[in-house]
Structure formats: C-alpha cells, structure tokens
C-alpha cells in the first residue's frame, strides 16, 4: 500500500528536516526542504534500486527519502553560492 499525498509530504519533510541535521546546516526553509525531502525520496529509491536495496513501510521509505535528500542538499550547497 502506497502512502496517500499526504503521507508524501510527512515523509518529505522528515527526510527534509533529517538531511539538514545530517549535513550540519539548518536546511534551506521549510517549503525547500519538504521540496528536497520529495525529490530525494524519488533519487533515493532510485539509487537503492540500483544498489539492489529493498525497502518497505514508512521507515524504509523515509530512509530512502532521507539518502536521496542529503544527496540533493549537498549538490545544492555545492551548487549555490554561499554568502559570508
């Protein structure tokens, strides 16, 4: 069973939120990183198919969100030029 939208944007704001702790910053705001949280849980299922990683339920989903996040926000950072 699928999660409904709803559940999409729980999940993308807890991968959001958990890949700004993981990347030692405060995220990019809440809207971008519920954004980061969405699109990284589909490049994180996807890099998991590649690895050949099942996931299942809510805790495998957000562990696929959450990699794909952290993946996405440490390009962004990369890619985003920082203000001192």
Excluded: E, K, Q
Aim: glycine letters at 22%.
């Amino acid at each position: 069973m699928y999660p409904s939208l709803l559940g999409w944007v729980i999940i993308g704001l807890l991968a959001g939120w958990l890949s700004g702790v993981v990347t030692r910053g405060g995220g990019f705001g809440i809207i971008a990183d519920v954004c980061l949280g969405l699109i990284g849980g589909v490049i994180g299922g996807w890099v998991f198919g590649l690895l050949g990683i099942h996931f299942y339920g809510l805790v495998g989903s957000l562990a696929a969100a959450t990699v794909g996040a952290v993946l996405l926000v440490c390009v962004a950072r990369v890619l985003t030029p920082r203000h001192w």
